[in-house]
């Protein structure tokens, strides 16, 4: 059973900075990507930023210059190390991981909340 954890969301003011962290366990496949996704109150789902299993990144526009994703394979993890962060990224992160079997897995989310 595959499983994501996910952990360090919080408080912080604006143009502070956090990092976002998801272990992956239990996959018997090979991973395509790992991604963060966000979800605002009364907004549409996001994708903020993309790893691939070969290490490519892509970015939302809305983060690109102040977020970043990155990986260690060893420990099947991935971060997203935010910074300048404004209270318009405040939201629910969600860690996904998709397989080259073509299943998707969810983390259960972490929230990041942003003072102005």
């Known amino acids: 059973q595959v499983q994501l954890v996910e952990s360090g969301g919080g408080l912080v003011q604006a143009g502070g900075s956090l990092r976002l962290s998801c272990a992956a366990s239990?996959?018997?496949?090979?991973?395509?990507?790992m991604n963060w996704y966000r979800q605002a109150p009364g907004k549409a789902h996001e994708l903020v930023a993309t790893?691939?299993?070969?290490?490519?990144?892509n970015y939302a526009d809305s983060v690109k210059g102040r977020f970043t994703i990155s990986r260690d394979n060893t420990k099947n993890t991935v971060y997203l190390q935010m910074n300048s962060l404004k209270p318009e990224d405040t939201a629910v992160y969600y860690c996904?991981?998709?397989?080259?079997?073509?299943?998707?897995?969810w983390g259960q989310g972490t929230q990041v909340t942003v003072s102005s």
């Open positions: 996904n991981l998709r397989v080259v079997a073509g299943f998707s897995y």
């Open positions: 239990g996959t018997q496949y090979s991973i395509n990507s």
């Open positions: 790893i691939t299993s070969g290490g490519r990144t």
